[in-house]
């Protein structure tokens, strides 16, 4: 899933979302609730409408601000109230609420709010944190009501595997939810250890609804989890490495503000059917991205979206062919030179 | 002529540039010798190929930056020596230099170096800077060699009509231009004083060249300076406005920023075929232009440019059809709401 907190996947035209050819955008409930408000989103008959998105809509509830705005909210039992800051209202936000503004928004995916805390988190801050989760996951599939949205539920626990365990068990035995995620990783263990806890959960989930590995991650982390069962992504490193000169290609990263470039008459990756390889030299995108002009952003950006989906194709292909063992042994190496 | 600078017209992919049909775009000669520089031009076989643009392309000569950088050069007989700025290098520009930078670049029309004042200039400052803009015009001329490219001349001559005259007069007596400019207005006069000034310029220009009036300006500017016989434009407001969140439409200015357009579920202008109106609410463009994400400024810029892409083809067609006069009554009014 592209990652279009705002209601917007940054920089990239619908014309160019339909032609990218993912099937699902994520937004964030948190932001959109800061801006433009639920009223907004109510009246003008929710985001796809609004935003003229003809495919489907994940919604983040919001938890995972709890982990990256930590410091800037205070957390009860009942939910978590976020200060105001520079671009935007304070915010409210309770498993009620997130349902409330997440069906506002009509994303075809809600997420239940949870309580997201850092790698660093004791057992006894991931144990209280996931028994919240827990609390919550029950009150947000309450919240839903007659709604035909679905709602995934979100495995919590932290970097330990008992508490993984004893999440996946709790939620799995809750009737009523239409996929699980894993959420809690990409927060700052390393990347062993995720790939351990991604194993280990994905085994616990039921294979009959999708599994879904949130904030994850390089094209390297994506090959390893599905391996490991995970059937769902969401990533902003292709639109924020677009921001800042970075490109994905099949022979690996490509950092396009570095002067090696500048006389170089080669598309960024011929294998490629993007505008910026299509129609561009190495040469002219490391103009544009010197000169930090927006026609940079939106090329590259375009760019990594259509490298993500790709190889979200391929392995879908393979294991379909059943030759995802074969695939999985080549690209290990050349995706660990993509984001190295 | 939408302009682009850098050789981007900001914002703007080539997709839809193309989509725009605007016929040439404008270029700067200061700005691409900062960079990417002559040698990147030459060796990618110039703008044309390097940017990807099948179009014409037009470009400046730097003399407008002899008025806009005015504070950040030393001018002398030979040409100027412009300061070294936080993002680019220290450039000279003489007559030849310029050429020879144009010739790299391959534009299909080089303008002249110019030396440009602005409108508070003195008689004596308007005349000298007249009488070099003449010799840089001859020494331009001289530069141009064997390139197949065509030269436009640059009348100055400040605010000072029998300036203005001399130097029209000087300019069309040199055999070998292919086209000439109004230069020096749109530098801080009053309109009705600018248009008095183009009145007077363009009667004395050759009718069978194409007379351009350099910078200007508002849809009300365009269809005042048409009428007074001028053929070509180029100009800035359109993604400048974008960039603010200002657009053109045919019922006048429309400021997104403003709260009024949140709940708005109505196209930006119901007649305008672009992305921004055919597929979204102004409600959505204020959302964006408010969040500050670059989609807005894409959107509202390739809206501008077809606003007025869209003026100059019912401008063409009224005088094919003899029906100018009709549609300068009849737009007077409309188009002065626009720019107000």
Redesign the interface.
């Known amino acids: 899933m592209p990652v279009g907190t705002?209601?917007?996947v940054?920089?990239?035209?619908?014309?160019q979302l339909e032609a990218l050819g993912a099937p699902m955008l994520l937004a964030n409930t948190f932001h959109l609730l800061q801006?433009?408000g639920a009223?907004?989103l109510e009246?003008?008959g929710g985001l796809h409408r609004?935003?003229?998105w003809r495919g489907a809509i994940l919604t983040d509830s919001g938890g995972f601000q709890l982990f990256s705005l930590a410091h800037a909210h205070t957390l009860g039992e009942d939910g978590a109230t976020f200060q105001e800051v520079a671009?935007g209202p304070r915010v409210v936000l309770t498993p009620e609420r997130s349902i409330a503004m997440q069906r506002a928004i009509g994303s075809d995916v809600m997420m239940v709010l949870d309580h997201c805390v850092p790698a660093t988190a004791s057992h006894g801050e991931a144990e209280a944190a996931m028994a919240l989760t827990h609390r919550w996951a029950r009150r947000s599939l309450a919240a839903r009501g007659d709604s035909p949205q679905q709602v995934f539920a979100i495995v919590q626990g932290a970097r330990y595997p008992a508490l993984r365990r004893a999440s996946a068990d709790a939620l799995t035995a809750i009737d009523g939810f239409d996929g699980f995620a894993i959420g809690g990783l990409a927060v700052g263990e390393a990347r062993a250890e995720r790939e351990d806890l991604t194993e280990l959960t994905a085994a616990l989930l039921p294979a009959d609804r999708p599994r879904y590995l949130m904030g994850v991650g390089t094209p390297l982390d994506i090959l390893e989890a599905v391996h490991r069962g995970v059937d769902m992504f969401d990533c902003i490193l292709p639109t924020a490495w677009a921001q800042h000169g970075r490109a994905f290609t099949a022979a690996g990263k490509v950092d396009l503000r570095q002067g090696r470039h500048?006389?170089v008459?080669e598309p960024l990756d011929p294998s490629c059917p993007c505008?910026a390889c299509a129609?561009?030299?190495r040469?002219?995108l490391h103009?544009?991205v010197?000169?930090q002009?927006?026609?940079g952003?939106?090329?590259l950006a375009e760019h990594n979206l259509r490298f993500y989906v790709r190889l979200m194709a391929e392995l879908r292909t393979a294991i379909r062919n059943d030759t995802f063992a074969a695939l999985l042994a080549a690209r290990r190496q050349t995706l660990a030179q993509v984001a190295a």
Chains 1, 2 share one sequence.
Do not use: A, I, N
């Not at 940054?10 to 014309?15: D, P, V």
């Open positions: 705002r209601g917007t940054r920089t990239q035209t619908l014309g801006r433009p009223e907004v009246r003008m609004w935003m003229g671009d500048r006389l008459d505008q129609r561009h030299s040469s002219y103009h544009l010197k000169c002009e927006p026609l952003w939106q090329l």
